[in-house]
């Protein structure tokens, strides 16, 4: 059974971190990139970073370029997301996501993605 399942959310004030995990299961994410997605209230659902197999080449939003760093340990069958300096926009629920698509630059392609998580709750607030 595939699944892929994500935590680390929670409740954090501006300008503290956060770690979200994905852990898969039921498939080899070796072979499959591995991207973070988010979904605010009334928003659609945003790519947020991804990371590829074999080099693990990175990907960022721009809203999220410097503060935000993508990793993942295959040992683990894990990827993460260190998320730092966090502001109140970052507010959404997280969801991760594998694909087996070639293309990096399909990353924020929703469509292209065969596997998604449940999602967590992040919430940026004082």
């Known amino acids: 059974q595939v699944q892929l399942v994500e935590s680390g959310g929670g409740l954090v004030q501006p300008g503290g971190s956060l770690r979200l995990s994905c852990e898969a299961s039921?498939?080899?994410?070796?072979?499959?990139?591995i991207g973070w997605f988010r979904q605010a209230p009334g928003n659609e659902r945003e790519g947020v970073s991804c990371?590829?197999?074999?080099?693990?080449?990175?990907y960022y939003a721009d809203s999220v370029k410097g503060r935000f760093t993508i990793s993942r340990d295959n040992a683990k069958n894990t990827v993460y997301l260190q998320m730092n300096s966090l502001k109140p926009d970052d507010t959404a629920v997280y969801y991760c996501?594998?694909?087996?698509?070639?293309?990096?630059?399909?990353?924020?392609?929703?469509?292209?993605?065969?596997?998604w998580g449940q999602g967590t709750q992040v919430t940026v607030s004082s």
């Open positions: 996501a594998a694909t087996s698509d070639p293309y990096g630059s399909r990353w924020t392609t929703k469509s292209v993605y065969d596997y």
């Open positions: 039921g498939f080899t994410s070796d072979y499959y990139d």
């Open positions: 990371i590829s197999s074999g080099v693990g080449s990175t």
